[in-house]
């Protein structure tokens, strides 16, 4: 069965740091492109980073220069570093993987995903 779980979320002070993982199981992640993605309350779930199965990054406009998606093979799992958080940043954020190895930004061209795990910031 394949599976993405996602841990790390929880509760920072704005200008804080928190490092998400998303361990992959059923699958060799190595060979997908995997996204985080996150979804704040009352909005659609909006792209945050992506990287390719050739370690090609891209991230969205909001999050350049504070966060950095990465992989370590060994462990099946992709991580996203979070820094200089910002209230603005708090949603449920989600792991995906798309079995095209190229990264996307749209939320249709992944093909698994995880459950989300809660990131709070406070101002």
């Known amino acids: 069965q394949v599976q993405l779980v996602e841990s790390g979320g929880g509760l920072v002070q704005a200008g804080g740091s928190l490092r998400l993982s998303c361990a992959a199981s059923g699958v060799t992640f190595s060979n997908y492109a995997a996204g985080w993605f996150r979804q704040a309350p009352g909005k659609g779930r909006e792209f945050v980073a992506y990287?390719?199965?050739?370690?090609?990054?891209s991230y969205a406009d909001s999050v350049k220069g504070r966060f950095t998606i990465y992989r370590d093979n060994a462990k099946n799992t992709v991580y996203l570093q979070m820094n200089s958080l910002k209230p603005e940043d708090a949603a449920v954020y989600y792991c995906?993987?798309?079995?095209?190895?190229?990264?996307?930004?749209?939320?249709?061209?992944?093909?698994?995903w995880g459950q989300g795990t809660q990131v709070t910031v406070s101002s």
């Open positions: 990287i390719s199965q050739n370690g090609y990054t």
């Open positions: 995906a993987g798309n079995r095209s190895t190229v990264g996307h930004t749209a939320i249709y061209k992944y093909d698994i």
